[in-house]
Every structure is written in C-alpha cells, then in structure tokens.
C-alpha cells in the first residue's frame, strides 16, 4: 500500500491526476478506512473537476471529491489536510452551485481551512485557501452579497487587504510555489497596487514550472507585464 502511495504522489507531479488516481484507488482498496489515501483521492477528483467538460461530469467529479473528504474528515477528524481537503472540495462545488448554496458553502469553506490552520500553523496552503476565500468573497457579485445579507445574515467579513496577508504568510512559508505568487499578484491588482503586482508577476517567471497551473500562470503573468503589471 505504501508503495502505492508512493508512486502516486509521484504520478501526480509527472502525468496528472488521473494517473495519479489509479494509484490511490488501487491503495483504497487495500485499506479503505485509512484517511492519508482519501485525502489524496479526493485531491485528485477535485482536480480532474477543475479541467473536465461538460459541466454536468465536471460537477459529479467534484461531488464525488466532496464524498472522499468528509469521509476523511470523519475517519480522522484531527487530519489538517482532511480538513482543508474539505474547504477545497467545497469550494469547488461553489461554480456548479446556486446563489443560496455558494453562500453555505462559502461558509464552511472559511470554517474548514480555519479549522486545518488551527491543526497545522505551518501549512502553506491553508494560508492560500484563505487567501482565495478572502479575495473571492470581497469581489464577489454583488447581487450574490446582496442575498447573503438579506437572506443570511451575510457572510464573514472579508477583504482584499486580508487576501494578500493570507498569501503573504503563504508564500513565506513556501517561496518556491508559484500558485502563491500569483495569486498575491491578482490581489494587488484588484487593489491598485501595479508596482507591487509586478514584482510577483516577476517571480511568477522566476520560479520553475511543476504543473500545468503553473504553466498557466507564467503565461498570464508575460500577459501581465507586457501590460504593465494589470491581469
């Protein structure tokens, strides 16, 4: 099983998620209750939603990466990563969902990378997953805010002034990730700050490439500074 792991976590960074699944999967079955593996599982379909058409496969990809980080969570309710392995999967959910339902589950999106952060200080991408939760919830449509205060109450406060701490303390923690890079870049754009975007647009293209994200990331980010440091 170790082995399978191994090589998946491998996979991963090599061909993708898919093959990458296989292998989980395959560790699945050798022990179905060992929450480290559906975690990884639940990665990878979430994953393979975020590039899969049409909508309807898409949203049952993210509904099926939903069903593997709760039952990771419930199995190992002290995991971090099952926790923000459940904000991310919830998240995800939110661009097949309706008005009402983004808001729930940009709640418990909040609360969950709140909770693995509380679980494990040091990871990175708990700080990110806040960052994006704070950058998406201040831009949000404002007919979508607009329910959420009159029908909910609103939502948690949020800002693009907290997004950028957020992936400050991310890319800290991990300097060589571009995705920290270059969301830190978008957030100074919303907020004016060009000088600034630039700098992480740069390092954007600085940083080696691991993944087709970070592909797409060093192409907008030439796209950026070609215009002057505006996405």
């Given at each position: ?127 990110h997953v806040l960052g994006r939760w704070n950058y998406g919830v201040a831009n949000l449509n404002p007919v979508v805010k607009l329910i959420a205060r009159l029908s909910y109450g609103g939502l948690p406060e949020a800002s693009n002034e907290e997004a950028v701490k957020y992936f400050k303390k991310a890319a800290e923690l991990a300097p060589q990730r571009i995705i920290h890079h270059n969301e830190l870049a978008r957030t100074y754009v919303a907020l004016g700050r060009n000088e ?36």
């Amino acid at each position: 099983m170790v082995a399978l792991v191994q090589h998946g976590d491998e996979q991963e960074g090599r061909a993708g998620p898919q093959a990458a699944l296989a292998d989980f999967l395959q560790a699945e079955a050798l022990e179905p209750n060992n929450a480290a593996v559906l975690v990884r599982i639940a990665k990878e379909y979430s994953d393979l939603a975020g590039g899969t058409n049409p909508r309807q496969e898409a949203e049952r990809l993210g509904e099926t990466a939903l069903a593997y980080a709760k039952r990771a969570v419930s199995l190992d309710p002290g995991c971090a990563k099952a926790h923000l392995c459940l904000a991310v999967c919830y998240g995800k959910l939110t661009d097949f969902a309706d008005n009402r339902t983004k808001i729930e589950y940009a709640k418990v999106t909040r609360d969950e990378a709140l909770k693995s952060l509380s679980l494990d200080p040091s990871d990175d991408y708990a700080y990110h997953v806040l960052g994006r939760w704070n950058y998406g919830v201040a831009n949000l449509n404002p007919v979508v805010k607009l329910i959420a205060r009159l029908s909910y109450g609103g939502l948690p406060e949020a800002s693009n002034e907290e997004a950028v701490k957020y992936f400050k303390k991310a890319a800290e923690l991990a300097p060589q990730r571009i995705i920290h890079h270059n969301e830190l870049a978008r957030t100074y754009v919303a907020l004016g700050r060009n000088e600034l975007a630039r700098k992480e647009w740069q390092a954007v293209l600085d940083l080696p490439a691991i993944n087709k994200e970070d592909e797409a990331a060093k192409r907008a980010a030439r796209e950026a500074l070609r215009a002057g440091g505006k996405q």
